[in-house]
C-alpha cells in the first residue's frame, strides 16, 4: 500500500505560481511512475503530468505544457508540481497518484493508488 499526501494547493491571481508537493509513505516510490491529475467542478478528471520512476521521462497535457514542471525526490518520497503563468482555467481539485508501472501513464486507468486532493483556486 502507497499513501500519498498533497499539499501546497492554495487561491492565486492568474499569471501567478504554486508549488504542489506529494508526500508518500508505505512504500518507496522508485516502483512507481508517479502523475499529477485534476478535476474541475462539473468535469471529468484528467490528466495533468507524469514523470517515471527515475525522474528521467516526464510527459504533460497540452493544456499546461510549457507552464508546469513534474519532478520528484526518490530520497524524500515526494513528488512536486511546480505550476507557473496560472490561469483561471487552472483552477481545480489537484490529485497525486501513483502508477502501477515504472513508466509515465497518461491514462488514469493505469493509476492504483490515489491522495485525496488538493484545492488550486486561480482568480482572474
Known amino acids: 500500500q502507497v499513501q500519498l499526501v498533497e499539499s501546497g494547493g492554495g487561491l492565486v491571481q492568474a499569471g501567478g505560481s504554486l508549488r504542489l508537493s506529494c508526500q508518500a509513505s508505505g512504500r518507496t516510490l522508485t516502483n512507481y511512475a508517479m502523475g499529477w491529475f485534476r478535476q474541475a467542478p462539473g468535469k471529468e478528471r484528467e490528466f495533468v503530468a507524469a514523470i517515471s520512476w527515475s525522474g528521467d521521462s516526464t510527459t504533460y497535457a497540452d493544456s499546461v505544457k510549457g507552464r508546469f514542471t513534474i519532478s520528484r525526490d526518490n530520497a524524500k518520497n515526494t513528488i512536486a508540481l511546480q505550476m507557473d503563468s496560472l490561469e483561471p482555467e487552472d483552477t481545480a481539485v489537484y490529485y497525486c497518484?501513483?502508477?502501477?508501472?515504472?513508466?509515465?501513464?497518461?491514462?488514469?486507468?493505469?493509476?492504483?493508488?490515489w491522495g485525496q486532493g488538493t484545492q488550486v483556486t486561480v482568480s482572474s
Open positions: 497518484a501513483a502508477a502501477n508501472s515504472r513508466y509515465r501513464r497518461r491514462n488514469q486507468d493505469n493509476y492504483s493508488y
